[in-house]
């Protein structure tokens, strides 16, 4: 459980946190500190945020729209009867209309007029306050709601194994937690308070219909009430169609723009922008097309409720004015029905738009609804215990796997690494080197066999406890848009400035430190993109390193480093690998050459295995490499050996 404190200017904590850092306010001017301080009291006090994380997966119900409301029932019931009072209030009019007519205007009583329009401006100020409850009520309950959808479907993108990703688009991702929650929005802060009202409204004004001409009112309500229906249903149909069709549509465009973003540095170097242009112009135009054919069906439904609106007034017309002539109707009752019946189609109109939303919202309930259902691959089971400080034993016992069941990537892997062991595994490119690292952190469990850490069975502990002793450095680092000090201080945010300091000199970033314009502290552009590929990777083994972790997971760099950072790079790992059990993938024998012993990887089998002196007296693929790599060492005269592996 971990509690974070409010945001940055965060009002009177911001200024706790000035006057801890031995600043009283923050480096304000004295003749400011009285309107500083003015300002601030008005600041909310953000309180510290309670957030849980579990990798196991709760055993929260399906999402439906039901599901997810029940849990708010007692703030919904409440919104409900502000709502009934409200609608109560709003009708009132039309009646006393009625009365003020019949029993005031027509017998010329002035004192009945005076009370009538009495209790109507007191209808009106009671409506004006509990509207106005309502609103702020529902529109606090609507933020609460979509605040804990965030946080759900956020905290499963969290949980989720790494063939989730592989498999989902990010800009998919991004979709459901953007538009499709936008949707829900609407319709929890307006939509479903809103149905409430118009339905009540509705009722109210059927039965007030029925008081004043039973005969009327049923006539009306047999004409409008059946074609209604029928359209609605037909409304429902067509619409489902299409509002599913919009929002995988916007998932669509939004993918197409992530990826051309994220790959813009290679649009631009293959001059593919015109290209893009194109395509992401048909994207956003089978995204306006499904819009369009919801718009198409909303436009028909829409106009024709309204249509069988005005016709019911006309009949209403028609037949309550032939009543007066014959006097079974007195004009005031004419005209309390005609205001009401205009009072019974708002509401109509209302829900015939509150349906349209309310389907959307559907839609992307739906959508969320099937994104939660995933479950994580690599599952944390019930009883796992959390793994004990390690020495950093790492067996694996007959292990096979395959990301697709058709196509087997591993098989029966066997390998026993001692304490401190550095192992490099080399081999063709796509032989399954990169899957045994991935396995041993555990972003996938093998089909069959075991691996092991200290002899335990890694699907037997908890994740976290797993990871926290486990060092990985990924062939592409991933840096933050933040300042170095917290990408190196990732895993360990607890942590000192001087630790973090000493750690990026023992990778030899003391260069890069002096040459920023505020050292530790100077901003990461997104993804490193303002660092050399060497640097990126030598930030990635300080984060490793300030880690401490026991087992090191290296993925070598392949991207071709100049000799200066090739050899800063080569001293850093003696310092990272010290004492620790390491894998590296190696992409150059120089690299591989340097561990304790070299597995060879081909067609995911080890099919040789030794220290580099073994290897060569064995003769097989690895003496070969060898005796490649310096052949070709010896022709470019440089130490500069490029990778093996293509
Ligand atoms: P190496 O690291 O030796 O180059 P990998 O271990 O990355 O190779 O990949 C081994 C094989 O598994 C390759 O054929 C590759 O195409 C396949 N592969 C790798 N990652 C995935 C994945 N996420 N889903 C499906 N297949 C994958």
Known sequence: MTGWGGGFFGG???QNAARDAGLPHGGVPGNLINQVEAVLAKEPAHPAVEVNFSHRQPDDPPLTLRSFLWPHRDSLAIALLLVILETAMMQTGPLLTQIGIDRGIIPGNFDVLLMVVGIFLASVIVHMSSSSMRIRFTGRMGERLIYALRIRVFSHYQRMSLNFYTDEKAGVLMTRMTSDLEALTMLFQEGLINFAVQALTLMVITIVLYALNPSLATLTLFVVVPATF????????VSNHYYDLVRDRIAEVLSDLQESLAGIRVIAAHNRHLYNVINHTNVVGRHKDANLQGVKSASVYGSSAEAIGIIGQAIVLVVGGYMVFRGSLTEG????????????????????????????????????????????????????K??????????????????????????????????????????????GK?????????????????????????RNVTLASLRRQLGVVPQEPFLFYGSIYDNVAFARPDTTTSEVLQTCQTVGLTDLLERLPNNIYSQVHERGASLSAGERQLLALARALLARPRVLVLDEATSNLDMLSESQITAALDAVLEERTAIIIAHRLATAMRANRIAVVENGRITEIGTHEELIAHSGHYAEMYATWMAHVSTRGTSHATSHDT
């Open 434 to 458: 990169s899957t045994v690292a991935k396995l041993i952190t555990r972003f996938y469990d093998p089909q069959q066999g075991v691996i092991s850490i200290d002899g335990h069975d890694l």
């Open 333 to 384: 009752e004419l005209v309390a029905f005609v205001l009401y019946l205009t009072a019974f189609f708002a509401p109509i109109q209302q829900l015939v738009q509150l349906y349209n939303a309310y389907q959307q919202g559907q839609a992307s309930m739906r959508k969320l609804s099937d994104l939660l259902k995933n479950k994580p691959s690599v599952i944390e089971t019930a009883n796992a």
């Open 230 to 237: 029928a359209l609605s249903i037909w409304f429902r149909h």
């Open 386 to 431: 959390d793994l004990p400080p390690i020495q950093g034993e790492i067996v694996f016992k007959n292990v096979s796997f395959s990301y697709d069941p058709a196509i087997p990537v591993l098989h029966d892997i066997n390998l026993q690494l001692a304490p401190g062991e550095s192992l490099a595994i080399v081999g063709p490119t796509g032989a």
């Open 12 to 14: 009177p904590q911001a």
